[in-house]
T-cell receptor
């Protein structure tokens, strides 16, 4: 089982360049998320998609856009990268359980992005 | 404002030396509290979910407990392979059915042989 797969694993960009982080899950989960992890800041939610066809802003959405391509895939785009976007990005998915709110999140291995 | 605070930031133990990690939370109605383990260069790996005060869950040397204000992750007789960063996260009732989690900053545990 692959679980949650993210590409690329590493990327170096120059300020102003654009790029897309790809995420795919094979667990038939309804919900998908993009988090960023910075030293001393913990994991912060950028965008999420509660179900196919919907996307919503999280805690730190500025400078990012997302696309829920289908039930399996959820991409994160940086239109004009800035040094402040240097971070480790994690994609996650979960099965929506209405009574309990949600199941646990399953995370990918992360994408390490450096913006010079 | 919903908030999660973990302590200590770092913990060094000798193999076999039991201890506890703390996760304090303030949230407008708790829907669930989650514990994750994260190894260097990897994504977080799910450990436990706790839903109500008084609930406890165990897995090997780990035991998670929950009160109305905090959760503890007890590590009994740890081994070097338990070395990792442990993350606590909460889901608030206000998040509806979105599955959004609020994470603490984590506790980095090092167990020396």
């Amino acid at each position: 089982n692959a679980g949650v797969t993210q590409t690329p694993k590493f990327q170096v960009l120059k300020t102003g360049q654009s790029m897309t982080l790809q995420c795919a899950q094979d667990m038939n989960h309804n919900s998908m998320y993009w988090y960023r992890q910075d030293p001393g800041m913990g994991l912060r939610l950028i965008y999420y998609s509660a179900s196919e066809g919907t996307t919503d802003k999280g805690e730190v959405p500025n400078g990012y856009n997302v696309s829920r391509l289908n039930k399996r895939e959820f991409s994160l785009r940086l239109e004009s990268a800035a040094p402040s976007q240097t971070s480790v990005y994690f994609c996650a998915s979960s099965e929506l359980r209405v009574q309990r709110g949600t199941g646990e999140l399953f995370f990918g291995e992360g994408s390490r992005l450096t913006v010079l | 404002e919903d908030q999660v605070t973990q302590s200590p930031e770092a913990l060094r133990l000798q193999e076999g030396e039991s201890s506890s990690l703390n996760c304090s939370y303030t949230v407008s109605g708790l829907r669930g509290l989650f514990w994750y383990r994260q190894d260097p260069g990897k994504g977080p790996e799910f450990l436990f979910t706790l839903y109500s005060a008084g609930e406890e869950k165990e897995k090997e040397r780990l035991k998670a407990t929950l009160t109305k204000k905090e959760s503890f992750l007890h590590i009994t007789a740890p081994k070097p392979e338990d070395s990792a960063t442990y993350l606590c996260a909460v889901q608030a009732r206000g998040s509806g059915n979105t599955g959004k989690l609020i994470f603490g900053q984590g506790t980095t545990l090092q167990v020396k042989p």
